[in-house]
């Protein structure tokens, strides 16, 4: 991300970073060090009430993790009304439809993610879409419907050893 950050700034030049999160010390020093001169804030163990906030002033979520299982932050951030662009890693493509519902870019690809969080900070006509087609694809994820398959696969298996 933070390779991807002074490509971006060469088209969006009053684009701002906020790194959150909570990390190891030496991870923290050494990013300090790569964001030497990028305007980047970094924001260590921020409470869950004020990430919320800090989602709605967003305009895009960015994750471009190493490992990831199914990331809650990135459906936070959706229904938040920011779209979210994350790493080709783990269950990230699995909540995450590229293009669709927010952007899947390859781990080692920073020129493309940095295209992508371009598209996101001046087209907002995509990324509305992104967000509202995200809404409704993590919809289908509720506690009743995710039940209701569970049944219907147990009942399924039932069927074919009777």
């Known amino acids: 991300l933070l390779r991807a950050l002074p490509l971006v700034?060469?088209?969006v030049p009053d684009a701002r970073l906020m790194v959150i999160g909570n990390d190891y010390g030496y991870v923290k020093a050494f990013a300090r060090f790569l964001a030497r001169g990028l305007p980047v804030e970094f924001v260590y163990g921020m409470p869950r009430a004020e990430l919320y906030k800090t989602y709605g002033k967003a305009k895009a979520f960015v994750m471009p993790s190493e490992i990831e299982a199914i990331?809650?932050?990135?459906?936070e951030a959706t229904m938040?009304?920011?779209p979210p662009i994350l790493s080709d890693a783990g269950g990230n493509?699995?909540?995450v439809l590229d293009g669709k519902t927010g952007f899947i870019v390859p781990l080692d690809d920073y020129s493309l993610l940095a295209e992508r969080i371009v598209q996101c900070l001046t087209d907002r006509e995509l990324a509305e879409r992104l967000v509202s087609q995200?809404?409704?694809?993590l919809g289908q994820f509720t506690t009743e419907r995710m039940i209701g398959r569970l049944e219907?696969?147990?009942e399924a298996v039932m069927r074919d050893e009777g």
């Open 71 to 75: 990331p809650l932050v990135s459906s």
């Open 152 to 154: 219907e696969i147990y």
């Open 93 to 95: 493509p699995e909540i």
């Open 9 to 11: 700034l060469g088209k």
């Open 134 to 137: 995200g809404r409704e694809f």
């Open 80 to 82: 938040a009304g920011v």
